[in-house]
Every structure is written in structure tokens, then in C-alpha cells.
């Protein structure tokens, strides 16, 4: 009844009345997206150029970008701050209808959830608690992604942009690196200074620990809350846990058996990072051959990699919407 009255309404606007017809309205919004949608691309570029050219100024060449060890420029913030926005922006649509409480908690689990986690399997004080600067940029890029008006939807759309989703999945792999080897080496530091337990008589440094606590620093957020279980290594095809998983163990074999310099390891990996997000297909046109052979040598996996991720019945009727006996 009520789209027969819509209609009947529709019907009755005439070219001619001074009112807009339904044809218009569409045409309208469609060139204020239009609008929106320049104008993001415009902006994007111009910050993306605005960062290139203050980094390029300054001289600090590339290795102190992407290992975050520079503080004589505002390389340090620019990254750090960037690395929340994108964080925010991908969080945005999982939060979207929640409380503003359990949206900014659920923000954080995802920026700091492997910053939490690893400190506290060594007993030490999370990241987020020491660098208190993190704490206070996570929740000014949570509210001007969420709650400035007019400006957080046009945030969206210029990040959504493609030079700046390239800019900001930049500094985004940088600080993730800055995440998995400050947590793998805060790990080897904790457990050669544990005095409490005698050391194992078999490893003259530890392994495991550090390779664990790198991981979580890749993609712990991931785990958490802790109702979500194992269900990101479920099936291993989650690029940002793989890539948990394989930096680490490549940090860890240069840096401790092949003697290469720990920020030149660092810097290595972060590019290995960056690389797989900016250029998806190749990478996985490189990558799948690598973990099939390494199935097949090890035996590990019968069956091959599945292409789509798997789906419950439940999950299917829920999406599908009501039966047709409703």
C-alpha cells in the first residue's frame, strides 16, 4: 500500500510543476557524489603529496622511515598517527551501530590487541601503557572518524581513495613491523633476564617465546575478544596472518643465524609487508605456490588451500533472509 502510494505521489510531480521528478533526484545525487568523490580524490593527493615532500626535505633517507627510528622530524608522528586513522577506517563498518564505549574498545583491540598480549605472556607493561601517546592518537582518530560531521564522512571517502589508501597502507606496514619486532625482541630481552626458572639446557637463547610474541604482534588484535577463538588461523588464508607469521621467522633466522644487522633485517620485512597489501594478486601468485610446496614437503595439509572461505548453513540462512514459506 504504501509503495502504491510512493507511486501514485511519483506520478503526479509533471515536468512542468516546479517540483523535481524522480529522474532528477537521481541525476542530483549523482553528481554530488560525483562532487564528494573528486573532491576526496583531489585532497588525498594533495596530502599524500604534502607528506612526500616534507619526508624528502628532511633527508632522512628510507631506512629510518621504515624502521621508525627517526625523531628528529615528524616522521615518527605522521606514521603513528596514520597507522590509527587506517585502523579506524577499517573498523568503521564492523562498529557502526555501537555503543560509542564498545566501538572505541572495539578500535583499540584492533590497533593495540597484539600490543597487549605479548607484553603480558612476558610479564611486562603493554605498549599502549608506556607510550601513552598512542592511547590519546587511537581515540582522536576513532571521533574524527566516527563523529565530526560532515568531515568523518569525507575522511571515508578520501582515504577510500586510491593514493591515499597506497599513503596510508604505507605508514600502516611500517608501524605493524615497529609492532612485531619490538614485541619479538622485548620477549628475547625478558626471558635471557628471567632468574626465577633455571634456562634450557638445550637452546642457548630462546625460540619460541620470541617467534610467539612477534606473531601476536602482527595480528593479536585478531584473537580478540577471546570468543573469537582460533578462527584466524583457521584456514591460513588471511594475508595479515600469514604475514605474522612469516616475518617474525625471517627477522628471527637473519638477525640470530645469518648475522644480518637487526634494522636492516627490520627494514626487509617491513618492505615484505608492504609489498604483499599494495600488490595482492602477485603476491598471491608468488605465495601460493611457496606454502603448497611447503605443504607437500611437510606433509602438514592433504588437502589443497580453499579458495573462498568457508560459509555455516547457518551463517547462509541468517544472510538469505526469510524462506519463502514466510
Given at each position: 500500500?504504501?509503495?502504491a ?10 515536468p ?17 557524489m560525483g562532487?564528494?568523490?573528486g ?14 615532500v ?10 629510518p622511515i ?14 603513528s598517527m ?5 585502523v579506524a577506517?577499517?573498523?568503521k ?6 555503543y ?6 572495539a ?5 593495540f ?6 607484553p ?5 607493561t603493554?605498549?599502549?601503557l ?17 563523529h565530526v560531521?560532515a568531515?568523518s ?6 582515504m577510500?581513495t ?13 608501524f605493524k ?5 619490538g ?24 625460540i619460541?617465546?620470541?617467534l610467539v610474541?612477534?606473531f601476536f604482534?602482527g ?5 580478540l ?8 588461523i583457521?584456514?591460513g ?7 605474522a ?7 628471527f633466522?637473519?638477525t ?9 633485517a ?8 608492504m ?8 603476491r598471491?601468485?608468488?605465495m ?7 605443504y ?15 560459509v ?10 526469510p524462506?519463502?514459506g514466510?
Amino acid at each position: 500500500v504504501l509503495a502504491a502510494r510512493a507511486d501514485r505521489g511519483r506520478a503526479t510531480i509533471a515536468p512542468g510543476s516546479g517540483l523535481p521528478t524522480e529522474s532528477e533526484r537521481e541525476e542530483s545525487e549523482g553528481a554530488k557524489m560525483g562532487r564528494e568523490i573528486g573532491a576526496a580524490d583531489v585532497a588525498g593527493c594533495v596530502v599524500a603529496g604534502a607528506v612526500a615532500v616534507y619526508l624528502c626535505t628532511q633527508g632522512l633517507g628510507l631506512k629510518p622511515i621504515l624502521t621508525l627510528t627517526d625523531r628528529t622530524s615528524w616522521a615518527w608522528e605522521i606514521t603513528s598517527m596514520c597507522f590509527f586513522l587506517k585502523v579506524a577506517q577499517d573498523s568503521k563498518s564492523k562498529v557502526a551501530g555501537f555503543y560509542w564505549a564498545k566501538a572505541l574498545v572495539a578500535t583499540g583491540i584492533a590497533a593495540f590487541g597484539g600490543g597487549f598480549l605479548a607484553p603480558l605472556l612476558v610479564g611486562h607493561t603493554p605498549v599502549p601503557l608506556m607510550e601513552e601517546t598512542f592511547t590519546w592518537m587511537l581515540v582522536v582518530a576513532w571521533y574524527v572518524t566516527h563523529h565530526v560531521p560532515a568531515f568523518s564522512d569525507f575522511l571515508t571517502a578520501m582515504m577510500n581513495t586510491p593514493v591515499s589508501w597506497a599513503m596510508f597502507t604505507f605508514f600502516f606496514n611500517i608501524f605493524k613491523t615497529q609492532q612485531i619486532v619490538g614485541n619479538l625482541e622485548l620477549a628475547a630481552k625478558a626471558v635471557a633476564a628471567e632468574d626465577l626458572l633455571p634456562h634450557s639446557a638445550y637452546f642457548p637463547f630462546a625460540i619460541a617465546g620470541p617467534l610467539v610474541c612477534g606473531f601476536f604482534g602482527g595480528c593479536g588484535g585478531a584473537f580478540l575478544p577471546l570468543s573469537n577463538g582460533l578462527k584466524p588461523i583457521e584456514e591460513g588464508k588471511v594475508w595479515n596472518v600469514r604475514a605474522a607469521f612469516f616475518c617474525p621467522l625471517i627477522y628471527f633466522v637473519a638477525t640470530r643465524f645469518c648475522g644480518v644487522e637487526m634494522l636492516t633485517a627490520k627494514m626487509g620485512i617491513c618492505l615484505f609487508r608492504m609489498v604483499g597489501d599494495l600488490f595482492p594478486e602477485p603476491r598471491d601468485h608468488v605465495m601460493n605456490p611457496i606454502t603448497r610446496a611447503l605443504y607437500k614437503g611437510t606433509n602438514v595439509r592433504d588437502t589443497p588451500l580453499p579458495i573462498v572461505v568457508p560459509v555455516s548453513k547457518a551463517e547462509i540462512a541468517s544472510s538469505a533472509g526469510p524462506s519463502r514459506g514466510a
